[in-house]
């Protein structure tokens, strides 16, 4: 999908990308509130670092929310989520 939506329209479970960004800008819809849309993120971080001959990977998960009005950032909606019955 390449559906531009706002934070007003996303739903539970959509995967959504912060526009002009690439892989692991895709965030998954967790909650929604009157005020907020709360998302969360997979992240991987890697350092080379030369005393240890090989690579340092950091994989975690990054939550955080935007409000509900917000106009200044734009979002493709890469995968909805199932509707709920």
């Known amino acids: 999908m390449t559906d531009t939506v706002k934070p007003s329209e996303m739903r539970l479970g959509d995967v959504v990308r912060l526009k002009g960004m690439q892989a692991f800008a895709d965030s998954t819809?967790?909650?929604i509130d009157t005020k907020?849309?709360?998302?969360?993120?997979?992240?991987?971080?890697?350092?080379d670092?030369?005393?240890?001959g090989g690579v340092?990977?950091?994989?975690?998960i990054e939550q955080y929310a935007?409000?509900?009005?917000d106009k200044t950032q734009s979002y493709t909606l890469v995968e909805g989520g199932k509707k709920l019955k």
Do not use: D, M, N, W
């Open 36 to 47: 907020s849309v709360h998302l969360f993120r997979p992240y991987v971080h890697t350092a």
């Open 56 to 60: 340092l990977c950091y994989v975690g």
């Open 29 to 31: 819809v967790q909650k």
């Open 49 to 52: 670092f030369e005393y240890t």
């Open 66 to 69: 935007i409000s509900k009005s």
